[in-house]
């Protein structure tokens, strides 16, 4: 028996339950020999595809007609039976008692983490607050403008210019929809970095002669801190709130930092290394009262959590494709026309995007962009609930197997798909290598090149050493229970090694020291400078 975990499209009805998300299907050959050698019902929540030599075609077997059944690919055959896609191959076996039993159903999860793993392919993913896998549908959307309709968005004297521009303005509004906006309100970047750049520096820039303060917080993107701090070189002033324990701004705090010259608040929707979600609505409520623009970075948030900007008062949105099973290379700034905000452009060209992000759109990223946010918009709530379930699975699970384990953030207001925990006594970057089979991270992918520990987890309080053993656990739209539990084994079997390898360095290397200080004394040796010496090099060499 072979099993494989689906990627393929979802299809939601209303006859679905809650309990059995796991449904997905395409049409019959949607994609032959292009993506999906098999058109079928797949599955994505703890589901498996299941491959096997016999068409089950027993009348008692509770199934629904397969999609790939007639495909005109290969005409293969197949069932949709108990959360399980049964296809007809003839090099596998399987019978219906197995397929009907429980056990064999988990049997085949562990399996198939199992053959990954010893096949050498590539770790199990759980990094998806540093990228999301595209979702086929995304790449389906885009692959038409690769390859056939190639023509440039802004070229208006021909059919290819037409039909290209239509799909952008489409692709803009799917955008516009999934956040409550008016198209209009849409400008293309090339992604989140680009949009806060934007937002941040082209609201300063447009205001300085009037206003010259700015707020942000301790725990922002970098590509935001050094935007501000950019902006301080040049002049401006700039107020770094602190948060509190749990993560999250002090409302109080917030209200006194503001002033007659702030011209701009930027403060994120969720956090990237621990998912604490602000409070958002209250923020843009002030900020509307005081006549203060507000920008929210929402590349974490979009697609994820219900957005309105309208309900929401925001005036600026920075947008991330890749971020939400699209493409990476675009993403957009949401700009307010009413009451409508000004700021100055940060790139000279052609004047494309009202004139504030100049050349040409890259139509296919564009076009999968829109595609994305429309899947996000239909399928959020059962995503939401995927990803809820699967997160109090593996933070229970950890919880009650590994002993001195911390959650950095608030559960209460943080977005479920992003879990940071410390692990008392292990390095970080120690149980990443440790855990080879499994796609982690210790912090945000923008600074994992930095041996510092995690400014993020610094503002919230944390020493050094609890902020070099954080781990964050990304889950996501493909996750499945097989990934998360597979994770929590390998997590409580490393975080015991290495625990124990510490403790055993530890009284080494306080036994060497006696040791050695009783050799020395024996000898007459009982120089202070000596001792200091070697005692501090003995210490900078400490496992």
């Known amino acids: 028996m072979m099993a494989s975990r689906c990627l393929h499209p979802p299809f939601r009805t209303s006859s679905v339950s809650v309990a059995d998300l796991c449904l997905r299907r395409h049409s019959v050959g949607l994609r032959p020999l292009l993506l999906c050698s098999y058109p079928h019902p797949g599955l994505a929540s703890g589901a498996e595809q299941v491959l096997v030599a016999e068409f089950l075609q027993s009348a008692s077997v509770p199934s629904t007609t397969c999609a790939a059944l007639g495909s005109p690919v290969d005409d293969r055959t197949g069932i949709f039976f108990i959360g399980v896609h049964i296809m007809s191959v003839s090099s596998f076996s399987t019978t219906f008692a197995d397929l009907h039993s429980v056990d064999s159903l988990t049997e085949i999860r562990q399996n198939t983490v199992s053959n990954l793993k010893a096949s050498g392919l590539k770790p199990l993913y759980l990094d998806v607050q540093a990228t999301t896998p595209m979702d086929p549908r995304v790449l389906d959307a885009m692959l038409p403008f690769s390859i056939h309709q190639y023509g440039n968005p802004h070229s208006r004297t021909h059919a290819y210019g037409w039909e290209t521009e239509a799909a952008v303005e489409n692709a803009r509004k799917e955008i516009a929809d999934l956040i409550g906006a008016d198209p209009r309100e849409i400008i293309f970047t090339s992604g989140a970095t680009e949009s806060n750049n934007l937002a941040v520096k082209g609201v300063a820039h447009f205001n300085r002669d009037k206003k010259n303060h700015i707020v942000t917080s301790q725990i922002e993107h970098k590509c935001v801190l050094d935007s501000c701090r950019f902006l301080e070189a040049e002049g401006f002033q700039v107020t770094y709130l602190p948060v509190q324990s749990n993560g999250v701004i002090d409302l109080k705090v917030f209200e006194k930092s503001l002033t007659d010259q702030t011209s701009l608040v930027s403060i994120m929707t969720v956090n990237n290394e621990i998912g604490v979600r602000q409070p958002i609505t209250e923020i843009g409520s002030i900020c509307r009262a005081r006549k203060i623009n507000f920008h929210t970075d929402a590349a974490q948030a979009v697609g994820k959590i219900p957005i309105d900007v309208s309900k929401q008062q925001i005036d600026l949105m920075s947008i991330s494709g890749h971020k939400i099973y699209g493409p990476k290379g675009i993403g957009a700034l949401y700009v307010r026309r009413r009451p409508r905000v000004r700021l100055e452009a940060q790139m000279s060209g052609g004047g494309q995007e009202r004139g504030l992000r100049s050349g040409t759109l890259p139509a296919p990223l564009v076009v999968g962009l829109g595609v994305a946010c429309k899947l ?75 041996l510092e520990p995690s400014y993020v987890l ?52 306080s036994y060497s020291r006696s040791v050695v200080r009783s050799f020395l004394l024996f000898f007459g040796i009982n120089n202070h400078r000596f001792f200091i010496y070697f005692f501090r090099y003995s210490s900078s060499r400490r496992i």
Request: one cysteine or more; aromatic letters at 10%.
């Open 376 to 450: 996000c918009r239909e399928e959020m709530m059962f995503d939401m609930q995927h990803v809820k379930r699967l997160s109090d699975r593996l933070v229970n699970k950890i919880t009650s197997s590994v002993p001195q384990v911390i959650r950095n953030g608030d559960p209460l207001m943080s977005y479920p798909g992003c879990v940071n925990l410390s692990f008392y006594c292990v390095e970080g970057e120690s149980l990443l290598m440790a855990l080879k089979n499994v796609a982690l991270s210790s912090g945000s992918a923008c600074t994992s090149a930095s």
């Open 458 to 509: 610094r503002a919230l309080g944390a020493g050094d050493d609890l902020a070099h053993s954080s781990i964050r656990f990304g889950i996501g739209r493909f996750t499945t229970e097989a990934e998360v539990d597979y994770t929590v084994e390998r997590c409580a079997e490393e975080v015991e090694r290495l625990r124990d390898m510490r403790y055993f360095g530890i009284y080494f290397y």
